[in-house]
Every structure is written in C-alpha cells, then in structure tokens.
C-alpha cells in the first residue's frame, strides 16, 4: 500500500493526528487504571508467561494487515540483499545493550544521583539492561506499516533477531549485570513468537492465498487493503489503553523517579535509530528497508524484559519498574520516529537506484 493511497481515505486524516488520539488513549488507560481497577485486575488474569493474552489480541490487530500484504517470494529473496540485516543485527547486538548501559549509568547513577538511592539506581540500571538487550517482536511489525516498508523483508529482519535472541541474550545480560547464571523466561519468547509471528503469519498466508484466487488482485489492493487499514490504528489505541489501564497507580505513586528514568531511555532509542538509519542512509539502503532496520534496535521486547525482571528482582522492585518505564516511553517515541522516517523518506534511493 503506497503513502498516496493511505492519504485519499479518512484514513491519512486520522493518521494526521495519531498523536493526539494516543495521548488520549494514555490518559484514559490511566484513569480507568485507577477509577475502575476491576478492568485491570480481569484483564490480568488472562495472562500467561507475563503476555497478556487480550493485547496479544489487539496486537494481531495491528499485524495482521501487514501480514496479509506479504509476498512469501519477496522472503525469499532477503538473503539477496544483506545489507539491511547486517544493519540490524550489528546495531541491535554490538551497539544498542551497551549503549543503553551507558545512558542509563549516565543519568541514573551520575547526573540524577541526589535524586536516587544507590541501591535503587544500580536496580533502575538494570532494568534498562533489560530492555536493551532485547530488540522488539511484535510492534516493529506497526511500526513498519506506518512507514510503509517492505513487510516480507521486516519479517525477515525480526526472525533472524529472535534466533539470535535466543542464543544471545542471556550471556549479554549476565556480562552486563555481573550476573553468573540467569534463568532466562524461555516461555515468553516461545508464546511471544508463536502469538506475534507465526499465528498472524499463517493467517495473513492463508487468507491472502485465499483472497487473491477468489477475489483478484484488484479488489484485494483496492478494495480489502483500504478497509483493513484501519484495524492497525484501532488496535494500536485500544492496546494503549489496555497496557495503561494496567500500569495506573505505578505512574501515580512514581511520577518523578518514571521521568528519571524515561529520560535516559528516551534518548537511548532516538540514538539507536540515528545510528541504524543513518547507517542505512551512508550504505544506500532502500527506505522501505532501512525504516525497519532502525525501528526495531529503537522498540524493545518489553514482554521479555519485564518478565526477567521480576524472575530476577521481583514484582515490586526498581528493576520491575524500568522495565515497565520502557512500555510507558516506547509508543510515544517510537510514533515521533514513524514521523521523521516518514518525512525523511526522499534521502533514501529507491527502486532500481537502492542498494540493499
């Protein structure tokens, strides 16, 4: 689906202001969070490996109409054009986890020191750990279909990054924490995988195969397309409501230690994009490539990184918190990143002129 198409319907108007309706959306999920904390505690308990089922949900919402859109030859081809995928994992597995380490040292444990206890801000650090060291899964998938990238390639992009997760994040985490064993929540990176890529995945295979040999290709693009469009932005909003419905008395009782914390993270995930995009940008990368490459070192799996902080610290600890801190910053962020790689488009090549 081209920026032209997505422009002509309701569509771009309520895009236009995609800002406004999240802030909305995160102060309704605050106040239901803490007006109706019935709605919160049942949605809780629809919860399995620290994923909740019903944003699992929401967020097929949101990667379906990107899935649907795959071209599985165009997957094919990805080992083809390696230069998006060494951008990725060189930026998500050597760059970002100590980088974050930095920023979060930085600030927590230097610059805000008269603001933190020294045992608080060493479990603040590692929280931002955490999350640093585990690149997103499931919302670069949004994130790649508001910059209208190539889906088949972002699919890519993530798998060879939760393979790598696997096998990486435990020794980076370990090495950075001083840890000598960590027990590593392997449900929640199965069920995140399983709910996040290969359910959405085989829907969006099936459907369109079903779709373009009963109905064309016509109707599909023009037709089908147009009208799912609208499902990821609903999701998106509903998700925020949902994930801030849950996180209510945490911003009430937290509000100045939440921005302490927000600060470092803020600035670790417009660093990483810098450094991917950028990246992309000097080596010629197709646009459509290199938004997803920076997207997803940008966004974390924060799933993960919250469930390891509680097997680790516990619910109640300063850990536990920065992690949910990364959850409060992302949507907000990473929104302001879909907007400068949507304006920055033309710096890229594309087509023929790429060199991806």
């Known amino acids: 689906m081209t920026k032209e198409k997505k422009e002509d319907n309701s569509l771009g108007v309520f895009e236009r202001y995609l800002t406004l309706w999240v802030g909305i959306c995160i102060v309704i999920g605050v106040l239901i969070g803490r007006l109706l904390p019935a709605f919160p505690n049942t949605l809780s308990q629809w919860e399995y490996a620290q ?9 097929w919402f949101m990667i379906y109409p990107m899935m649907v859109q795959i071209d599985f030859s165009s997957i094919m081809n990805a080992g083809k054009r390696p230069k998006g995928l060494t951008i990725t994992l060189v930026t998500n597995w050597i760059i970002k986890p ?7 040292w930085l600030f927590i444990e230097v610059i805000f020191s008269n603001f933190i206890p020294d045992l608080l801000s060493q479990q603040y650090i590692a929280g931002a750990i955490l999350l640093g060291a585990a690149p997103c899964t499931a919302m670069v998938f949004v994130w790649s279909y508001l910059t209208d990238s190539d889906p088949g390639y972002t699919l890519v ?7 790598v997760l696997i096998f990486a994040y435990a020794p980076i985490v370990m090495f950075l924490l001083g840890l000598s064993e960590l027990t590593v929540p392997w449900d929640t990176i199965l069920l995140s995988v399983l709910l996040y890529i290969v359910i959405p995945l085989i829907a969006g295979y099936l459907s369109r195969k079903y779709l373009l040999k009963n109905k064309g290709v016509e109707w599909f693009e023009n037709v089908f397309l147009q009208k799912l469009s609208n499902f990821t932005i609903i999701g998106l909003l509903l998700t925020l409501i949902i994930l801030f419905s ?7 009782n937290n509000p100045f230690h939440i921005l302490l914390i927000a600060i470092p993270l803020t600035i670790q995930t417009f ?3 810098t450094i991917a995009y950028g990246w992309a940008r000097v080596w010629k990368v197709d646009h459509s490539v290199a938004a997803p490459a920076g997207m997803i070192g940008a966004s974390n799996f924060f799933e993960l990184a919250v469930a390891t902080a509680i ?20 949507v907000p962020v990473m929104l302001g990143l879909v907007a400068i790689a949507n304006r920055t488009k033309h710096w890229f090549p594309t087509g023929e002129k790429a060199n991806i």
Not at 98 to 104: G, L, R, V
Request: charged fraction near 5%; avoid cysteine; glycine fraction near 8%.
């Open 51 to 59: 994923v909740s089922i019903p944003v699992a949900v929401l967020i």
């Open 98 to 104: 100590f980088t974050m380490y930095f920023f979060a």
């Open 157 to 163: 992009q993530v798998a060879i990054n939760d393979l």
């Open 246 to 252: 849950f996180q209510g008395d945490v911003i009430i």
């Open 271 to 273: 660093f990483i994009f």
């Open 311 to 330: 097997s680790i610290f516990g619910l109640s600890s300063g850990a536990a918190l920065a992690t949910v801190v990364g959850v409060l910053v992302e």
